[in-house]
Antibody, heavy 118, light 107 residues
Framework: EEQLLESGGGLVQPGGSLTLSCAASGFTFSGQAMTWVRQVPGKGLEWVSTISGSGDYTYYGDPVKGRFTISRDNSKNILYLQMNSLRAEDTAIYFC???????????WGQGTLVTVSS | DIQMTQSPSSLSASVGDRVTITCRASQSISTYLNWYQQKPGKAPKLLIYGASSLQSGVPSKFSGSGSGTDFTLTISSLQPEDFATYYCQQSFSSPPTFGGGTKVEIK
């Protein structure tokens, strides 16, 4: 069974940094592009970032470009999201997901909540 | 960016009802349209991709149709486990974008 498990969320002050992790199992991790999608609690879904299977190619949404960095460790089957210069508007649940076709996401992890507040 | 607009934003329906949700893209996306179901406190789950292809394991009461800019998700006979929020998403071009969601509630 394919599984994704996020961790690393929490409360951080504006301007601070946080790194999220997503542990993958049940599939060949290095062969799949991976994605982060976020959701303000009670609101809609917003694509954040995608990384190719090799890690050579990365893509970012405009709201996080220059502040967030997506990476992966294919030896450990872990996806990361390094978030710097955090803003209140980054407060959301962050989900990781496997890309089964270009921009098509399945499955998703259970999410980890990031709260940016002083 | 391609804007995705869902309607209605919420609806009330009874068990056994046939339910239809509409999604409209701001430009043509061919059939690069996907539907997800999200229950409270849970992750989204892929139901339909390519506008009309059922994801493995998803019951056949769910169906999708449409192409170009207008799409529909239909639940043929609503069951208690189907009460959730449904999102459309375009995978035609970057950035991938989602509709605002349709919350299906119990009447």
């Amino acid at each position: 069974e394919e599984q994704l498990l996020e961790s690393g969320g929490g409360l951080v002050q504006p301007g601070g940094s946080l790194t999220l992790s997503c542990a993958a199992s049940g599939f060949t991790f290095s062969g799949q592009a991976m994605t982060w999608v976020r959701q303000v609690p009670g609101k809609g879904l917003e694509w954040v970032s995608t990384i190719s299977g090799s890690g050579d190619y990365t893509y970012y949404g405009d709201p996080v470009k220059g502040r967030f960095t997506i990476s992966r460790d294919n030896s450990k089957n872990i996806l990361y999201l390094q978030m710097n210069s955090l803003r209140a508007e980054d407060t959301a649940i962050y989900f990781c997901s496997k890309e089964i076709l270009e921009w098509l996401f399945d499955p998703w992890g259970q999410g980890t909540l990031v709260t940016v507040s002083s | 960016d391609i804007q995705m607009t869902q309607s209605p934003s919420s609806l009330s329906a009874s068990v056994g009802d046939r339910v239809t949700i509409t999604c409209r893209a701001s430009q043509s996306i061919s059939t690069y349209l996907n539907w997800y179901q999200q229950k409270p406190g849970k992750a989204p789950k892929l139901l339909i991709y390519g506008a009309s292809s059922l994801q493995s394991g998803v019951p056949s009461k769910f169906s999708g149709s449409g192409s170009g800019t207008d799409f529909t998700l239909t639940i043929s006979s609503l069951q208690p486990e189907d009460f959730a929020t449904y999102y459309c998403q375009q995978s035609f071009s970057s950035p991938p974008t989602f509709g605002g969601g349709t919350k299906v509630e119990i009447k």
